[in-house]
Structure formats: structure tokens, C-alpha cells
């Protein structure tokens, strides 16, 4: 048993393939030991790695410097307040345009925010357990508060909302509101 290694301290040999680490034998090392290669894999991984992955990473860590150098704060974008649609004219399609823009914007971020506030009161529920109802009261007040302000100004437009549907909606809630008082005081 003496070509095995069992005698007096010696390790034994090391194996060149263990299956625990099995993605070992696919490795490719570029100027480094790659006897562990089948034949196949000798001549293809090189091919491939010069080919292919030297060329695309060297441009990709270019791209990543040049990038690093200007950096470009994307999520920072800062759009200007435009003249909401009561006030564009009615053949200024331009401002219409720009209202339009304007509002799908401010629904984004109320979408956000109503998501934001529906997490905080659900991950508030999941610590609480049981005792949800007195120690989130406060999140579910602000929820239904956020919930019920969307469903003001967005509820019933459907999913092709634009400013000028919104613009109707709110015409004819305030007119329910006056025709409401009217009759309130009749």
C-alpha cells in the first residue's frame, strides 16, 4: 500500500478530479496549469478565451472606466413644473403634450408612494402578529388616508389615463360638490 500513501505521515496522492468540486475541472487557467483538462477542452478553452472573453472583458472594464470618469446621476432627473391642463390653451398641443407628461409622472409617483405605504403597514403586520391592530393603527390610518387620496384623483380613469380625463373628473366632482352644498342649504 505504499503507492497510495498510507505509510508513516505521507499524504496521499491528490486527486485530479473530486466531484464536490466538480466545476474545478472545467477551469481554465491562461499561463497556468491546465493538465486537468481533457484533450478537447485543452485546445477549445484557450480558442475561447483569447476569442472571445479576453476581447469582451477588456472592453467591458473600458466602458466601466469611462463611465466611472463622467459618472451620470440618471435618478436624480429633476423635470421643471409645467402649466397644468387648465391653463394651456385649446389648440396649444404642445402644453397639452407637456400637462399630459406632467401628470403621468405625478401618478407614477403617487403609484410609489401608495406601494411604499401599503409595505410599511403589510411588514408592520407581519412583525406585530396579533397584536396588529393597536401597534400599526397609525400605519393603517396613514394607508387608508394615501389609499383614499389615489382613489380621488385617479379612481375610475382606467388604465389609458391622461390629464385631460382627469381634468373632466375633477370638473364633475366639484360640480357634485356644489349641486351637494346646494341642496344642503335648500
Known amino acids: 500500500m505504499a503507492d497510495?500513501?498510507?505509510?508513516?505521515?505521507e499524504n496521499p496522492p491528490k486527486k485530479k478530479f473530486d466531484i464536490a468540486n466538480w466545476t474545478d475541472a472545467y477551469d481554465y487557467h491562461p499561463g497556468g496549469d491546465n493538465s486537468h483538462l481533457n484533450p478537447f477542452?485543452?485546445?477549445a478553452w484557450p480558442i475561447f478565451y483569447y476569442a472571445v472573453d479576453a476581447p469582451v472583458t477588456a472592453i467591458h472594464d473600458w466602458i466601466d472606466r469611462q463611465r466611472k470618469k463622467n459618472p451620470y446621476p440618471y435618478y436624480h432627473r429633476k423635470f421643471r413644473r409645467v402649466p397644468g391642463i387648465e391653463e394651456c390653451d385649446f389648440n396649444d398641443q404642445v402644453c397639452i403634450f407637456e400637462a399630459d407628461q406632467q401628470f403621468k409622472r405625478?401618478?407614477?409617483v403617487d403609484q410609489e408612494i401608495l406601494r411604499l405605504t401599503r409595505n410599511d403597514f403589510t411588514r408592520c403586520c407581519f412583525e406585530e402578529g396579533d397584536s396588529q391592530w393597536v401597534n400599526c393603527r397609525h400605519l393603517k390610518d396613514r394607508y387608508e388616508t394615501t389609499q383614499n387620496?389615489?382613489?380621488i384623483k385617479y379612481g375610475d380613469l382606467g388604465f389609458?389615463?391622461?390629464v385631460f380625463k382627469a381634468f373632466m373628473k375633477q370638473k364633475h366632482r366639484m360640480i357634485e360638490e356644489r349641486r351637494a352644498a346646494e341642496?344642503?342649504?335648500?
Request: glycine residues 14%; charged residues 30%.
Open 183 to 186: 341642496k344642503e342649504q335648500a
Open 106 to 108: 405625478d401618478h407614477a
Open 149 to 151: 387620496a389615489y382613489d
Open 4 to 9: 497510495q500513501g498510507d505509510e508513516g505521515g
Open 41 to 43: 477542452f485543452k485546445v
Open 160 to 162: 389609458h389615463a391622461t
